[in-house]
């Protein structure tokens, strides 16, 4: 499975963004997706999960209330609605797929990673 990230760029404190996750391949739809991102210096964290139907979200403390996480098993894409972007959410952004068809926040749930993309909140 071959995971591909977009829509990250450059935008002021405050903005929106909404990031995207293509997968290569439909059986995907049967599993659990996650957000998660690294931060220069910093270990790579948690965002947000969705359930393999999108009827569960589990998300971090640091960012409920401003991301939404969503998918569309019809097109094998997953996405992230960031509002209220802050310049701490600033990091590469990856996608991951998970080892059961529920949400999940261990890294080692993942079985399958993507490329990041990259944001940037400028204050």
């Known amino acids: 499975v071959q995971l591909q990230a977009s829509g990250g760029g450059l935008v002021q404190a405050g903005g929106s963004l909404r990031l995207s996750c293509a997968a290569s391949?439909?059986?995907?739809?049967?599993?659990?997706m996650g957000w998660f991102r690294q931060a220069p210096g910093k270990e790579r964290e948690f965002v947000a999960s969705i359930s393999w139907n999108g009827d569960s979200t589990y998300y971090a403390d640091s960012v409920k209330g401003r991301f939404t996480i969503s998918r569309d098993n019809a097109i094998n894409t997953m996405y992230l609605q960031m509002n209220s972007l802050k310049p701490e959410d600033t990091a590469v952004y990856s996608c991951?797929?998970?080892?059961?068809?529920?949400?999940?926040?261990?890294?080692?749930?993942?079985?399958?990673w993507g490329q990041g993309t990259q944001v940037t909140v400028s204050s």
């Open positions: 991951a797929v998970s080892r059961s068809s529920g949400w999940a926040r261990a890294q080692q749930s993942y079985v399958y």
């Open positions: 391949r439909r059986t995907v739809s049967n599993n659990g």
